[in-house]
T-cell receptor, first 110, second 113 residues
Framework: EDQVTQSPEALRLQEGESSSLNCSYTVSGLRGLFWYRQDPGKGPEFLFTLYSAGEEKEKERLKATLTKKESFLHITAPKPEDSATYLCAVPPSGNTPLVFGKGTRLSVIA | ETGVTQSPTHLIKTRGQQVTLRCSSQSGHNTVSWYQQALGQGPQFIFQYYREEENGRGNFPPRFSGLQFPNYSSELNVNALELDDSALYLC????????????FGAGSRLTVL
């Protein structure tokens, strides 16, 4: 059973064109939802953790939000250097390791 | 503060061979996790080590095994390599504080021919 589903699989934006990435999850008793960024040929880099519905976190042009069923990663006025794969992940229960979605591959064109 | 380092960065093996991948944890971290990432997929959890013992395992066969050493570095061993084992193998370290914030290395790219 898929516990984390990300959409779209790929997204192509013009520089400055804002958009949102979606991550839906099915675990009960959420113990954190994690966003990571992965550049080609590199390991994922931690961005945010969200714990409760209504919580928001920001970092530069990125803002992550959380509801009871999904999380959004909003990208405002993206630049080419924001091009990467964005992964979300949840721990299914307790202190178990993270289960990742397949990611959204973002391309920002100048 | 050093990050997570992995070696080798790339390697090519043939079916049936064995491989050992190595990982040095970030300074101060005591837990190591290994993930397999196939092309176009998210990372899949293989196993986790804490205090030199495996304390969690994903859906991988026993030919995937590991070690954690007293200095918290780790090894991933894969026996009887299969073509489907071709992937990026990621090591991640963390505190055992339940926060689950993983720091990843750059990975070891394994190609099985």
């Amino acid at each position: 059973e898929d516990q984390v589903t990300q959409s779209p699989e790929a997204l192509r934006l013009q520089e400055g064109e804002s958009s949102s990435l979606n991550c839906s999850y099915t675990v009960s008793g959420l113990r954190g939802l994690f966003w990571y960024r992965q550049d080609p040929g590199k390991g994922p880099e931690f961005l945010f953790t969200l714990y409760s519905a209504g919580e928001e976190k920001e970092k530069e042009r990125l803002k992550a939000t959380l509801t009871k069923k999904e999380s959004f990663l909003h990208i405002t006025a993206p630049k080419p250097e924001d091009s990467a794969t964005y992964l979300c992940a949840v721990p299914p229960s307790g202190n178990t390791p993270l289960v990742f979605g397949k990611g959204t591959r973002l391309s920002v064109i100048a | 503060e050093t990050g997570v380092t992995q070696s080798p960065t790339h390697l090519i093996k043939t079916r049936g061979q064995q491989v050992t991948l190595r990982c040095s944890s970030q300074s101060g971290h005591n837990t190591v996790s290994w993930y397999q990432q196939a092309l176009g997929q998210g990372p899949q959890f293989i196993f986790q080590y804490y205090r030199e013992e495996e304390n969690g395992r994903g859906n991988f066969p026993p030919r995937f095994s590991g070690l954690q050493f007293p200095n918290y570095s780790s090894e991933l061993n894969v026996n009887a390599l299969e073509l489907d084992d071709s992937a990026l193998y990621l090591c991640a370290s963390s505190f055992s504080d339940g926060a689950n914030v993983l720091t990843f290395g750059a990975g070891s790219r394994l190609t099985v021919l």
